[in-house]
């Protein structure tokens, strides 16, 4: 059964960091990319990042709204994301979720983890 478990939201002044995590369980985490997502109150949910598998080396893509700002990062032996966000900005309050695809023969399933509330505010 997959899982992922979204933590390490919470309230932060403007410029001020915060790091998340997303823990997976139920699926080989080290072959599959993850992907960072934010909903902010209001709007649809929108990327922010994701990571590829280490085993293709890691590559990482971000919206350009978070680039420069935000680093997502992984630790296949912890089966864990991360999204180390600095610079953080009132617009960057959202429920930020990570999803993972997984692919078997020629089907394909999102999973998602519930998400976790960052809020930015003075």
């Known amino acids: 059964q997959v899982q992922l478990a979204e933590s390490g939201g919470g309230l932060v002044q403007p410029g001020g960091s915060l790091k998340l995590s997303c823990v997976a369980s139920?699926?080989?985490?080290?072959?599959?990319?993850v992907n960072w997502y934010r909903q902010a109150p209001g709007k649809e949910r929108e990327f922010v990042a994701r990571?590829?598998?280490?085993?293709?080396?890691?590559?990482?893509n971000y919206a350009d709204s978070v680039k420069g700002r935000f680093t997502i990062s992984r630790d296949d032996a912890r089966n864990t994301a991360y999204l180390s966000m600095t610079g953080l900005e009132y617009e960057d309050t959202a429920v930020y979720y990570c999803?993972?695809?997984?692919?078997?023969?020629?089907?394909?399933?999102?999973?998602w983890g519930p998400g976790t509330q960052v809020t930015v505010s003075s």
């Open positions: 999803k993972v695809v997984i692919f078997s023969g020629d089907r394909s399933a999102e999973y």
């Open positions: 139920g699926f080989t985490f080290s072959n599959h990319v």
């Open positions: 990571i590829f598998s280490t085993r293709i080396g890691g590559a990482t």
